[in-house]
């Protein structure tokens, strides 16, 4: 598997505590999976969940952090396992500036 872990203390319980936030759909999705996807979810998220440095540089400015909090922790985790999977600086820089510009349409659907 590639990418650079960026570890977070994350349980299954905070997932789901979590899932609050978020629509309906993901939680019928989480509900629905089985404990042994349950278990692999909460695994990469440990390992790459937390915050890249490449979207810590770009949340540095207000209009791209405002952006960045008005999304639900669980939205967060999601986009920083995706950032924090690729293989190259390079494909990460860009995923970072992406997922600022997708954040606020996958906020919208909640």
């Known amino acids: 598997m590639g990418g650079r872990p ?10 789901e505590v979590a899932l609050s936030d978020v629509g309906a ?52 985790r999601e986009y920083c396992r995706w950032i924090n999977k690729g293989w190259t600086l390079a494909q990460r820089q860009k995923r970072a500036a992406k997922s600022l510009v997708l954040i606020p349409d996958d906020t919208a659907m909640l």
């Open 6 to 15: 960026v570890p977070i203390d994350v349980s299954e319980s905070d997932i």
């Open 25 to 76: 759909a993901k939680r019928d999705a989480w509900v629905s999976s089985s404990p042994r996807r349950r278990r692999r979810y909460v695994k990469l998220t440990r390992r790459f969940g937390g915050d890249p440095p490449e979207l810590l540089a770009l949340i540095a400015d207000d209009s791209n952090r405002q952006v960045w909090t008005a999304a639900p922790w669980l939205i967060q």
